[in-house]
Every structure is written in C-alpha cells, then in structure tokens.
C-alpha cells in the first residue's frame, strides 16, 4: 500500500521542475563521467532513466548501449521515472552533438518526463519536456571530453535552447 502511495504521489507531482536541485545535479554528474568514457571508446550513445525507487532515493538504469546516433529506451516498473538521459557519443565531425536536437525533445516531451545529456565537449544538459527548454547545466570540460573534440565545430552554444530556435539552429 505504501508503495502504491508513493508512485500516485510522484505520478500526480508537476512534470516539469523548472529548477533542478544541486543533489540531481550531482548525481547525474557522477552517473555520466565513467559512461562518456565508453561512449567516446565505442562510439556511440549510451541511455537510460532517472527516477524514484520505493524508498524514494534518486536511482538510474544501467546504461543501455545505442548506436552513433540513437538509442532506445526502456521503462522499468519499479521506479517512478522523471529523467531520461544519454550521450551524444563520440565527436564526429558531420553531427552537431554539442546541444540536444529537437527529437532529444520530442521524445522525452512524448514520454512526459525530463532529460539528460552529456555531449562529447562534456557539456551538461537539461530538457525541460513541459516548457520544451534545453538549459546547458555546465559548460565544456564539466563532463569528460571526446578525443579529437574540436570545439570550434558546433560555433556558439547558447546556454538555452527554445525547440523552435533549435529547430531553426539545426536548420531542419
């Protein structure tokens, strides 16, 4: 019954916090930095979910292997789930991975929850899915950075991203 309480409460909670505490930002710091390591060596994507166990401690999934530029995501049943998160993988030339796309945002807005990215100059960044908002958390180097990472690439990197300006940005 208490378990049951637990994941109504979180269900009906707001989906989108416009703020993230220092303890999820943390947390999603340290769960990425031995993931982009695989992700740079094997050169691909890397995913998961953030969320609530029944204790109400913050846990995440084990990283699921994806391919250079996707990777599918599954929900388990017990967690309550409010973050997805990947990698942008290695740095490619051809791939503006230094910010999240508008299918990074649409996917988690189609899950209703949040998101989670690390890219290959070790940016951090937040999806808000409500507001449908990229907010670059911490700059490069603030995650561990690809080999061959050219920072140039990708030109300026806001620190925020509306959909429609990555849309237009990423000139799709």
Same mark, same amino acid.
């Given at each position: 019954?208490?378990? =049951?309480?637990? !994941?109504?409460?979180?269900?009906?909670?707001?989906?989108?916090?416009?703020? $993230?505490?220092?303890?999820?930002?943390? !947390? +999603?710091? #340290?769960?990425?930095?031995?993931? $982009?390591?695989?992700? !740079?060596?094997?050169?691909?994507?890397?995913?998961? +979910?953030?969320?609530? #166990?029944?204790?109400?401690?913050?846990?995440?999934?084990?990283?699921?292997?994806?391919?250079? #530029?996707?990777?599918?995501?599954?929900?388990?049943?017990?967690? =309550? +789930?409010? &973050?997805?998160?990947?990698?942008?993988?290695?740095?490619?030339?051809?791939?503006?991975?230094?910010?999240?796309?508008?299918?990074?945002?649409?996917?988690?807005?189609?899950?209703?929850?949040?998101?989670?990215?690390?890219?290959?100059?070790?940016?951090?960044?937040?999806?808000?899915?409500?507001?449908?908002? &990229? /907010? $670059?958390?911490?700059?490069?180097?603030?995650?561990?950075?690809?080999?061959?990472?050219?920072? &140039?690439? =990708?030109?300026?990197?806001?620190?925020?991203?509306?959909?429609?300006?990555?849309?237009? /940005?990423?000139?799709?």
């Amino acid at each position: 019954m208490r378990k =049951a309480m637990f !994941f109504a409460l979180l269900i009906t909670m707001p989906q989108a916090a416009a703020a $993230q505490t220092q303890t999820e930002i943390d !947390f +999603v710091k #340290d769960m990425f930095r031995p993931m $982009q390591q695989d992700s !740079f060596a094997k050169r691909r994507e890397y995913c998961g +979910v953030i969320g609530y #166990d029944e204790t109400g401690e913050l846990v995440a999934t084990e990283a699921a292997p994806g391919t250079i #530029d996707s990777c599918d995501l599954t929900f388990p049943e017990d967690i =309550a +789930v409010i &973050a997805s998160y990947h990698t942008h993988g290695s740095f490619e030339i051809p791939y503006y991975n230094e910010m999240p796309s508008e299918i990074d945002m649409l996917s988690d807005q189609a899950m209703r929850v949040n998101g989670w990215i690390a890219t290959p100059g070790g940016r951090l960044w937040y999806i808000d899915s409500r507001a449908m908002i &990229a /907010r $670059q958390i911490c700059g490069v180097g603030c995650l561990p950075i690809a080999p061959g990472f050219y920072k &140039a690439q =990708a030109g300026d990197v806001a620190e925020e991203y509306s959909y429609d300006e990555l849309v237009d /940005r990423l000139g799709r």
